[in-house]
């Protein structure tokens, strides 16, 4: 058996930057990147692409800190995103610049190791709705295998006219444009069951943020007077976006509409689903090539599907782009070995541990709704009634809570979803070497349990999606905050104040950071650094203005 140091799981975005930073830091490493896919990339390698993938970021924010994905100007797009064959060079050419080809090895599964990094992420197994099958003959696919070549000869195969496609994500809007581009004609199913700012996120209620004018809006200042500030805030913005969407403009588009209106943004009761498509608007309008419909599908049937409004809708293939198992990293755990893991798991905690996660859970949703009173209207609340073991256990997202003091051998990246994706993972991955190689303090067993049920907490009532899996769309500098503090590096990389919460944070604005640990480690300054949390009464009056100007404008048009 080929024995190595460390193994990491996964070839994409997490896995080569972990890859990266372990052997920067360690650079004589025995290390092994291993992939069951036969090309590197991830969610982006090669087999998993498709005609007019599309990524949700614009060039600039989709790239490490220490390599500019570069512009031909054919792989970026009018708007600015960035297509998906250029995020598969990218990641080429990034292990190609730091010499990871020669550790990575494909179509290859893990058996034993020293040290673990799971890099998979969240999105390597799909999720299949368990659609009762009445006799439908026609073909049934995940949209992860909209890439290959295989699925483009039966998309453009002259038997296919009609397609359901079930789902509202990114991949959805994908699948429908893909398909309209192969003239066929889509029955689409969505299923209803922005900007890397600290001005951003200092209006999210969160655990993370250190900031006074953050703690003001969310912890400590009037409630009769911040909650309608925060919500305020977030219904100008969903009112610029759906205005900009006019989604009032054909019935078509109405069946898209957020069924929560204006507060959908806040609460997020749905993935993102961005539209990298904009041409597809004017379909979706016309509604002759393209119709919404709003009810679920019931049962698949014969010639189509029923949906359960009893209506049948025919079709000759049914495309699901209905996300990803929560179930992450399967096919490396038994599911008792999950527990212990710190991943949601089939199985069923003894009775002792069952009671201290639960009683632990309590604890934390009493923290949170006592820090954050906002998050006390957290909607559908009475009708979420988790398992304990369907809670991912790892502090910081990152590490087993439940790890003995002297067990240093597994960290996973990459398994927090978060709009923040590069930042996120690269703060994430120098935490998870710098934890696994000895160099980094980590609390007591006791209080990473706490910690990891306040954030488990925190993301049920902050966001609807973090009810599946942690979720952190506009909270991940705060988050990147917290990861840079414990590894005792300064996360404000701006100049001045005004661009520290005003500017556009991009990952280049950490190049060097990796370096700047190894340097502080070298002087021996142990333990996180101070940093400064500034309280600027110029932008508190900004924020009092906006969101009073917010919730005058939009107290009649809440939905």
Known sequence: ???????????????????????????DANLLVIDSASTLGGTWCKERLYPHLVAEAHYGLFEFSDLEMLNDGQNVTKSGLISGDAVHQYLNNYATEFGLHKHLRLNTQVL???????????????FVPDIPNNGFGGEVMHSKEMGKVETTKKIRNDNIQTVAVYGGS??????????????????????????????????????FSKDTVARWLHSTGPAWLTQPLVKGFWRVISFLLMGEARYDKSENTKALKPVMGLDSLLW????????????????????????VRQNAIQSLEANGVRLDDGTH????????????????????????????????????????????WEILRRQGDAQVRQRLPLLSQSPLWESHHPRIEDDFHLYRS????????????????????TTGAPIVYEAQALW???????????????KRERETAALNAWARRRYLCGRKVPFAMFDFLPYVDSLYHDLGVNPRRKGNPIS????????????????????????????????????????????????????????????
């Open 1 to 27: 058996m080929d024995m190595r140091e460390v193994v990491i799981v996964g070839a994409g975005w997490c896995g080569l930057i972990a890859a990266k930073t372990y052997l920067q830091s360690k650079s």
């Open 112 to 126: 034993a190791c020293e040290k673990l990094i799971v890099a998979t992420g969240l999105t390597s197994e799909p």
């Open 170 to 207: 990114k991949s959805a809007f994908d699948a429908v444009n893909m398909l309209l581009q192969a003239g066929k004609s889509v029955e689409w199913i969505p299923s209803f069951r922005l900007n890397n700012s600290r001005f951003l996120a200092m209006f999210s209620p969160n655990l």
């Open 268 to 291: 997020s009761p749905a993935t993102l689903g961005v539209m990298t498509h904009p041409d597809l608007w004017k379909d979706i309008h016309e509604g002759t090539r393209v119709r």
């Open 313 to 356: 809708v025919d079709a000759d293939m049914v495309i699901y782009s209905t996300g990803w198992k929560s179930l992450a990293a399967n096919f490396l755990f038994s599911d008792r070995d999950r527990l212990a893991a710190g991943l949601p798991s089939p199985a069923s905690y003894e009775p002792k541990m069952q009671q201290k």
């Open 398 to 417: 990152i590490i087993p809570a439940s790890a003995e003091e002297n067990d240093r051998s597994l960290a996973y990246v990459g398994f927090l979803r």
């Open 432 to 446: 998870a070497v710098a934890y696994l190689q000895g160099k980094l303090e980590v609390p007591s067993r006791e």
């Open 500 to 559: 520290e919460i005003f500017a556009l944070y991009k990952p280049s604005d950490f190049r060097g950071v990796v370096k700047e640990w190894i340097e502080s480690r070298e002087q021996e300054a142990h333990g996180p650094r101070e940093v400064k949390s500034w309280s600027y009464p110029i932008v508190l009056l900004m924020v009092i203005t906006l969101g009073v100007i917010g919730s005058t404008f939009l107290r009649d048009v809440v939905v």
